[in-house]
């Protein structure tokens, strides 16, 4: 791997966390307003939807950029 190759994945994991942080906002925010926020209180569980959903994202996608890259 080259370092054009070894960029465009790091490029491509913090476009998929960027991502990743938008749609965990999202589907945290709905789980919060249907089932309540929990013991855990609503700024715990929205980081954790957050943070779960950015590294999942973030992750596949740096794969994937290195896979159709090579």
């Keep these: 791997m080259n370092s054009s190759?070894?960029?465009?994945?790091?490029?491509?994991?913090?476009?998929?966390?960027?991502?990743?942080?938008c749609i965990g906002l999202v589907f945290g925010t709905v789980?919060?307003?249907?089932n309540g926020p929990g013991r855990n209180g609503v700024?715990?569980?929205?980081g954790r939807y957050m943070i779960s959903?950015?590294?999942t994202f973030g992750?596949?996608?740096g794969v994937g950029s290195v896979v159709r890259n090579d």
């Excluded at 491509?12 to 960027?18: E, F, K, N, V, Y």
């Excluded at 789980?31 to 249907?34: E, S």
């Excluded at 700024?43 to 929205?46: G, K, N, P, R």
Aim: proline share 0%; no cysteine; aromatic share 6%.
């Design 59 to 61: 992750f596949f996608m």
């Design 31 to 34: 789980t919060v307003i249907r």
């Design 53 to 55: 959903s950015s590294a």
């Design 5 to 21: 190759s070894l960029e465009r994945a790091r490029d491509s994991a913090l476009m998929g966390g960027t991502i990743g942080l």
């Design 43 to 46: 700024v715990q569980t929205l």
